[in-house]
């Protein structure tokens, strides 16, 4: 894949996509505490105790590069909705190709429906049971300081999701390669308490990674098929409907992840970019002025200082998985104690060590929120990442990285 050119750009933590949209009009339980409050934030303070190393960090704001537009108009925004956006091959060349307007009925019930799971294909080796300490320098390996952990069969969250799982849902993309999906689920916004229009999900459900660029037209379903009665073709063939997306579409206008998986990530293989494997969009609802949490009447905050995976005995997953043998029409979930997942050089590594669940979650599955209960209250504190799509799954540990690409999608709209 070609190459986006960022002119201008400082090494900063979070890179931020001009994904921005022009919109028409068209047309409640929570987590376990996860409850909207309009004078609750999420927590701010971070305290990791890991090594940040690889994260690219900077403290401060961010900036999009010279020349790059905040909008799309004119003769550029036709042609882009009138079939500009399939032309991948110009993402390093012009800069109106950053952006994503809102194209209307764009998500029609054919492209939902061909959809595919995203979620890099291979991982590296794993090392020798017990072997944590020598590597062969330059190839990277899979390194379980802790051992491996014990499959567990996902199962499906109960329906109805708005009552179950209100703030997991669907998230719907285009590559160069089709139509595809992920998961993804609203978190708190510290700048618009109680109003927050901000999703979580991974890196590689926005952008390609090392010598690709950003996805294209970015739309999240909070609580995707609802009732959980229909398979994908019959949920496709109805998207509109209450029971399949009862808060509607929202469209991506800004996106922001790690300058790590940037520069290092990969679409198809396991990486060390896959520690810093998250993204923040800030979105918009396709009718009316309401924001996301509001409708969807829930919320997570996000935990930036929870605790290193040798030390969490209860950890839920979710998502919705869309290779076999599960078709992403309904949400799973997986739950347990946790282990580290290292890929590195050798053992101890450069790059922080990630959250390791049994789980047979797959490809679909990917940006689904990992979760933790603290003082009664739940927390998003991870997000689904990698997986052998047989016996577990990961998701990065949030340390300052994280929060840095968090509060910089706050912040843009303050």
Same mark, same amino acid.
């Given at each position: ?7 201008? *750009?400082?090494? /900063? ?5 001009? %994904? ?43 900036? *999009?590069?010279?020349? %790059? ?26 800069a109106e190709d ?47 300081p802790d051992g491996? %952990? =014990? ?19 669907? *998230? ?15 978190? =708190? ?5 109680? =109003? ?22 970015? /739309? ?28 509607? *579409? ?51 905050? %996000? ?22 043998? #599960?078709?992403?029409s309904k949400m ?6 946790? =282990? ?6 050798? #053992? ?67």
């Amino acid at each position: 894949m070609p190459f986006i050119r960022r002119r201008g *750009l400082t090494a /900063a933590a979070a890179v931020i996509a001009a %994904v921005m949209v022009t919109t028409t009009a068209c047309s409640k339980s929570d987590e376990a505490g996860a409850k909207s409050s309009g004078g609750s934030t999420a927590r701010a303070d971070v305290d990791t105790g890991e090594d940040e190393g690889g994260g690219d960090t900077t403290i401060g704001g961010f900036k *999009l590069p010279e020349g %790059v537009p905040t909008e799309l108009s004119g003769d550029a925004l036709q042609k882009w909705k009138s079939g500009g956006w399939q032309d991948f091959d110009d993402w390093a060349s012009k800069a109106e190709d950053f952006a994503n307007p809102y194209i209307e009925n764009f998500w029609t019930p054919e492209r939902i429906a061909e959809a595919r799971a995203q979620m890099p294909t291979r991982l590296p080796e794993i090392a020798d049971a017990g072997n944590v300490s020598k590597g062969s320098g330059k190839t990277t390996k899979v390194w379980l300081p802790d051992g491996s %952990v =014990k499959r567990q069969n996902a199962s499906k969250v109960k329906a109805t999701y708005h009552k179950n799982a209100a703030p997991v849902g669907k *998230l719907f993309f285009t590559t160069p390669q089709g139509s595809s999906v992920c998961s993804a689920a609203v978190v =708190k916004d510290p700048a618009h308490p109680g =109003k927050s229009n901000l999703v979580w999900t991974a890196g590689h459900c926005v952008h390609a990674g090392k010598g690709g660029g950003w996805y294209r037209n970015i /739309a999240f379903v909070p609580s995707f098929n609802n009732t959980a009665k229909l398979n994908i073709s019959q949920a496709s063939a109805n998207y509109r409907a209450s029971n399949v997306s009862p808060y509607g *579409l929202f469209w991506a206008d800004w996106a922001t992840t790690s300058g790590s998986w940037i520069k290092g990530g990969s679409a198809s293989q396991g990486t060390v970019a896959a520690a810093y494997d998250y993204a923040v969009l800030h979105v918009k609802p396709e009718k009316g002025a309401k924001s996301l949490e509001e409708r969807v009447g829930s919320a997570l905050p %996000v935990w930036f200082d929870a605790p290193a995976a040798n030390k969490v005995k209860n950890m839920k997953v979710r998502g919705y998985p869309a290779e076999a043998p #599960y078709d992403g029409s309904k949400m799973y979930h997986c739950q347990g104690a946790t =282990k580290r997942f290292v890929l590195g050089h050798s #053992y101890p590594s450069d790059y922080p060590a990630q959250y390791m669940v049994g789980c047979t979650m797959n490809g679909g599955a990917s940006g689904g929120p990992w979760f933790m209960i603290h003082n009664g209250r739940t927390y998003l504190v991870s997000n689904n990442s990698l997986s052998d799509r047989s016996s577990f799954i990961t998701g990065p540990r949030l340390g300052k990285n994280a929060k840095e690409v968090y509060l910089a999608t706050s912040n843009k709209f303050k």
